[in-house]
């Protein structure tokens, strides 16, 4: 009779207290936002309102008021939507291509590929901007959904490159000797099989774009601005408006985590694809 070892109390204690301490670690930066969200202005910066304050709906009322917020929001789901959208068109075939038919420089293109995530962006700034401006491209929704797919192409490509090659090679033979096209074996093969990882590669791609702050706000003004740029113009000389910059962020957050928390599964089930055999 095999004779089973009893946890150790750091097991039993001391690893979920561990896990808890990390994940509030983690979360406390969100909670202090959402609720200095609640505070004015003047009682964001009072030691004395640091945690006991009258809560205040007013930072939320004037960012719907005299901020235009659903107008950033709206540009933020477009940009986000439809560059994820554009970017997984052009990279699962882009995977595919490189799983299921490498060549001699696959995996020299995967490297330079990632490599152009090493270029410091303030390098093409200006390049990007006189170009942008000269084709009359400077804010506008196509510039920003081209951009956001540029800059998350790499990532998404490397992602479902890994996901694909668990796929065994066999069953996309057996679909080219039944005569499938290459479309039909993508649509109709790959992407029933690699679903999880598609899903998850989607949710974080989507989450880059609409995290992207960089380029959102230097290559737009009014039209096509996001949220980024929102909470970018709630400064000014005289300092940051602390209760009014929370409330933007908060509301720009929100929707993220939320899709995260309903979406958890599938994340996980795409990050972990291919990890047990």
């Known amino acids: 009779m095999a004779i089973v070892a009893k946890p150790s109390k750091f097991a039993r204690y001391g690893r979920p207290a561990l896990a808890w301490s990390v994940g509030l670690l983690f979360f406390f930066p969100i909670f202090w936002m959402v609720l200095t969200s609640f505070k004015t202005d003047a009682d964001a910066v009072k030691p004395e309102h640091l945690i006991w304050f009258t809560p205040t709906l007013e930072n939320y009322l004037n960012m719907t008021e005299n901020y235009d917020y659903w107008r950033f929001a709206r540009n933020s789901v477009i940009t986000a939507v439809f560059a994820t959208i554009f970017t997984l068109f052009v990279g699962i075939p882009c995977a595919?291509?490189?799983?299921?038919?490498?060549?001699?420089?696959?995996?020299?293109?995967?490297?330079?590929?990632?490599?152009?995530?090493?270029?410091?962006?303030?390098?093409?700034?200006?390049?990007?901007?006189?170009?942008?401006?000269?084709?009359?491209?400077?804010?506008?929704?196509?510039?920003?959904?081209?951009?956001?797919?540029?800059?998350?192409?790499?990532?998404?490509?490397?992602?479902?490159?890994?996901?694909f090659k668990e796929i065994p090679k066999d069953i996309i033979e057996a679909g080219q000797m039944d005569g499938v096209s290459t479309v039909g074996e993508i649509k109709?093969?790959?992407?029933?099989?690699?679903?999880?990882?598609?899903?998850?590669?989607?949710?974080?791609?989507?989450?880059?774009?609409?995290?992207?702050?960089?380029?959102?706000?230097?290559?737009?003004?009014?039209?096509?601005?996001?949220?980024?740029?929102?909470?970018?113009?709630?400064?000014?000389?005289?300092?940051?408006?602390?209760?009014?910059?929370?409330?933007?962020?908060?509301?720009?957050?929100?929707?993220?985590?939320?899709?995260?928390?309903?979406?958890?599964?599938?994340?996980?089930?795409?990050?972990?694809?291919?990890a047990v055999k």
């Open 96 to 163: 595919y291509a490189m799983a299921f038919n490498p060549g001699k420089a696959t995996k020299d293109v995967l490297m330079w590929m990632l490599s152009t995530k090493m270029l410091p962006a303030a390098a093409v700034l200006y390049p990007m901007t006189f170009i942008t401006k000269s084709a009359g491209l400077f804010d506008t929704h196509f510039l920003i959904i081209l951009v956001l797919s540029l800059i998350n192409l790499p990532i998404v490509i490397w992602m479902l490159f890994t996901y």
């Open 188 to 274: 109709e093969i790959l992407m029933p099989l690699a679903w999880g990882g598609i899903a998850s590669t989607a949710l974080l791609c989507f989450i880059f774009c609409w995290n992207e702050a960089y380029w959102t706000v230097r290559l737009t003004t009014t039209d096509a601005a996001t949220l980024s740029k929102l909470i970018e113009g709630n400064r000014a000389p005289e300092g940051l408006f602390f209760g009014r910059l929370s409330a933007v962020s908060a509301a720009a957050v929100g929707p993220i985590v939320v899709l995260g928390w309903f979406c958890q599964k599938q994340l996980v089930q795409g990050l972990t694809f291919g």
